[in-house]
């Protein structure tokens, strides 16, 4: 641990001092490349149309990669997947640092700093998937209800006719209350119509679909945020879940197998342990409670 | 234009008038009714074993034991047990208490989402098996009567086809067996789930599980209200307005409520089995479920088995339940069908007494 300070505000002025010098020297050399790259690439267009062309070949290609990387991202989020780590170890700027450096240093530094700037990428991309998900649940839902809205334009279509018909032939029915059986009726059979036709199980399957796929995207989103501060993920959770199963079942079995002190299991000896086969026979109220649960369910 | 029914001024208003009256009758009934009134599941029950979340009670006699082997009564998990137990009235457990039956029931409980991995083979083969053999214990006979409802009826016969020696009689009511035979009837209204269920890939299924870990209530309720559109629309304007005159009438339509109300979560794991391997892959029927890495073999059923079936039954078509005849290894198999529908056939004033006896006639011949 290093020695205090003598005069702590004065060793913290200097320190400011230092780091603003810092940033206005690492700002000025920044202005002063930029401003030379803007003159290369005025020189070069003054070179004729050959210069322009190798420079908008440049430009292009450029492109071409950031969409190649775009491409790629969405990969990089499933973990464990070979191909998509070792891209993002490639696009990671601090793993050519670490080349040269120290990689303890920099797993502690990761460790306890918790996210970088270099993650801030990918929460945005994550955002991006899920917002993409959202706007195809969003797509979905307006699929669906087309259907069942078309549902009810059909079973009011339907209505209409059968009581146009019903009054040509001078059998409408004699009051609301009729009226209103007979709407239901038509009613109920155009949507149980509706349910089974392939177009509405296919629209509502899709909406659950896109539904699902969205509430999974955000679950990775919400994990990815709180897997740094150490709180447990849904993902970790079921896996307790899980193991907690396993395990129940496998006490379960052993218990069965387990042998008692007589050598029988313990289970085996408890039914060996029966009385005649014929159960004693009750009457109302010769049995006493063992425990009330309170009458209620 | 729609046209609609002549009606002179007069009439109208005395419609409206009534409907008004009507209305302002179910509020005062409505705002007095508090909610021990509507209590369901009353029928007094000591509890005799748990295991996880799963209960095991036994039902206080009401009646001299006339029937020496115990009932279990197993319902599925996409409801509860309470329905089996709506009000004094309409009650096949007071039924059956009342006819001199030894009644066990198993409540499975509320599942959450840390109950996504429990398996069909753990509800069959551990939580089952376990209050089998806690009535066995308890009772101590070698066998027991089983009484399926629904899923608990999958659960119950395949309980049967794995563990005949405990199992004296099965009876089954409204329980789905070939999950392909849904449009046996032609009938629009039936077999929607079935259809629903179809339309769905594996990985749609396994998604919903990954996302949500279990089935949740509210969804199997949403996808119920689909199986009648309009009814599930009219209920609480149309519906409650004919029976809120009724104090009676109205009483059983809150209780009714309370109960679908309390719709638990379907276990993830389970719900996969329930949805893939029985509705899209049908496996029970053709002998290829598997449970606990053995195959239930219906012909291993060889206790005598009951089969009670609702014809009006909505989302159990009566063709999927009355497929046993001849699948199973036992010749002593009975259909009882009867004209009401799905949950009906248990809280329907016209049922009632008709399945206990039913049930209760073909136990008592067979208890020797």
Known sequence: MSEAPANPWEAFARQSRDMLESQAALTRSWLEGQSKLAEAMGEAQKQGAGSAEAMQDLWRSWFSLGSAFGQAMPGMADSGKVAGETLGRMMDPMSLMLVGGSQVGETIRRLTEGPRLADLGSIERRMGRLMEQWLAVQAAARAYEAVVAGAWGEATRRYGSEMAELQRRGTAPADAKAAL????????????????????????????????????????????????????TRSEIDEVHRSLQDLKRRVRTLEKSTPKVDGKPEKAAALAAKPARKPAVRKPSARKPRRKNGEAA | MIPTPPAGPAALMRDAAELNQKIASGIEKLARIRDEDVEIATTPKDEVFSIDKVTLYRYRPLAEQRIATPVLIVYSLIGRYTMTDLQ?????????????????????????????????????????????DAMRRETGAEKVNLLGICEGGVFTIAYAALMPQKVKNLVLTVTPLD????????????????????????????????????????????????????????????????????????????????????????????????????????????????????????????MPVLNIFAEGDHIIPPATSCVLDGKIGTDDYTEMSLKSGHIGLFVSAKSQGIVSKGVVDFLAARDD
Not at chain 2, 93 to 103: A, E, P
Not at chain 2, 109 to 123: K, P, V
Not at chain 2, 206 to 235: C, Q, Y
């Open chain 1, 181 to 232: 059986k007979s709407w239901l009726d038509i009613a109920n059979r155009t949507l149980l119509e509706t349910h089974r036709s392939p177009k509405f199980l296919e629209a509502q399957g899709e909406l659950l679909r896109k539904g699902m796929e969205f509430l999974l995207v955000e679950r990775e989103v919400v994990e990815a945020m709180v897997e740094p501060a150490g709180l447990p």
């Open chain 2, 88 to 132: 004094e009235d309409r009650s096949l457990m007071r039924n059956l208490l009342s006819q001199g039956l030894d009644v066990w029931v198993v409540d499975w409980g509320n599942s959450s989402r840390a109950d996504r991995y429990l398996t069909f083979d753990d509800y069959v083969l551990t939580y089952l098996d376990e209050c089998v």
């Open chain 2, 179 to 302: 999950f392909h035979a849904d449009q046996a009837d032609g009938k629009i209204e039936h077999g929607f789930l079935n259809v629903w269920t179809r339309s769905l890939s594996a990985d749609d299924i396994d998604r919903m599980i990954e996302v949500w870990g279990v089935l949740p209530g509210e969804f199997t309720g949403a996808v119920f209200n689909m199986l009648t559109p309009i009814r599930s629309i009219t209920k609480y304007n149309l519906d409650l307005l004919d029976v809120v005159d009724d104090e009676a009438k109205l009483l059983n339509f809150l209780r009714m409520e309370k109960w679908l109300a309390d719709r638990p979560h379907h276990p993830g794991e389970a719900a996969k089995q329930w949805l893939k391997d029985l509705y899209q892959a049908n496996k029970l029927i053709r002998n290829e479920l598997e449970l606990g890495g053995r195959n239930v073999d219906l012909k291993q059923v060889t």
